[in-house]
């Protein structure tokens, strides 16, 4: 049996990109995954919007909290991706092992000015891209992949 494949999305807050990522992962992945998710500067809650737009596709966030990225401090992952610019550009912490570390901006809809059933549209379209992309990532052939083809394979997933 190979080893699940640990997968840390990171945003600024944890409270809505990086909380929906590992949701849908949770949600979407075979046993062979495992998805967690932090921020460095954690809000404290996962937002409202994550917990609505997923519950409208039928996935709960139970058990998830916005958590500071110290909480995963020691630990080895196989991949990181970052989803806010903020935290693409911010130097991260120096994780063990050799985790592939890609960044996929997304728009943030906990801050997108309108009304709520305009920040929930954004929402479900920023659900619908993270849906995609980890469909595909998924579907990669990781064990089998080199580092550098892990990279350049999970780098181009922010391009759907």
């Not at 890609?102 to 906990?110: F, S």
């Not at 579907?139 to 083809?149: A, G, I, T, V, W």
């Amino acid at each position: 049996m190979q080893t699940p494949v640990r997968v840390l999305f990171i945003c600024t807050g944890n409270c809505c990109r990086s909380q929906m990522a590992e949701a849908l992962l949770r949600h979407m992945a075979p046993e062979g995954f495992q998805a967690y998710s932090a921020g460095f500067k954690p809000a404290g809650f996962v937002h409202p919007l994550v917990v609505e737009t997923l519950a409208r596709q039928g996935i709960s966030v139970q058990g998830q909290y916005s958590k500071h990225w110290d909480a995963y401090a020691g630990q080895e992952f196989d991949i990181i991706v970052t989803l806010c610019d903020q935290a693409g550009m911010d130097p991260m912490p120096a994780w063990p092992g050799r985790p592939v570390i890609v960044h996929w901006p997304l728009k943030d809809p906990a801050f997108h000015p309108g009304t709520e059933d305009e920040c929930l549209m954004i929402a479900a379209e920023v659900a619908d891209t993270l849906r995609r992309r980890l469909q595909r990532l998924i579907s990669l052939d990781l064990h089998r992949m080199s580092h550098e083809q892990a990279q350049a394979a999970i780098r181009e997933l922010a391009a759907m």
